[in-house]
Nanobody
């Protein structure tokens, strides 16, 4: 049974940092396209970042709004996905979701419909 469990959310002031974790079970995260999405109240869920490992090469992709501030990574031994968030802004306030696709490549995959498995989310609140 595939399961994704996020943790690490919280409340921080603008300019602060947080690290989100997503513990995967029931499958090997290194063999799947993995992603972080976020959803603010009243907004649609939006893609934040993806990571895949193809032929031992790790590729990461980021939304323009977080590029240079957020870093997606994964620990294959722990089967855990991470999102390191630095220089947080009030606009980053949202529920953050971890997602996994049924395929290994993330190329071109930024839509919710590309991902079959989702965690329950972890709340991030950034105050000014």
């Amino acid at each position: 049974q595939v399961q994704l469990v996020e943790s690490g959310g919280g409340s921080v002031q603008a300019g602060g940092s947080l690290r989100l974790s997503c513990a995967a079970s029931g499958f090997a995260a290194r063999s799947s396209c993995m992603a972080w999405f976020r959803q603010a109240p009243g907004d649609e869920r939006e893609w934040v970042a993806t990571i895949d490992i193809i032929a031992y090469i790790t590729s990461t992709r980021y939304a323009d709004s977080v590029k240079g501030r957020f870093t997606i990574s994964q620990d294959n031994a722990k089967n855990t996905l991470y999102l390191d968030m630095n220089n947080l802004k009030p606009g980053d306030t949202a529920m953050y979701y971890c997602a996994a696709a049924r395929w290994s490549s993330c190329s071109g995959r930024r839509s919710q419909s590309d991902f079959s498995y989702w965690g329950q989310g972890t709340q991030v609140t950034v105050s000014s």
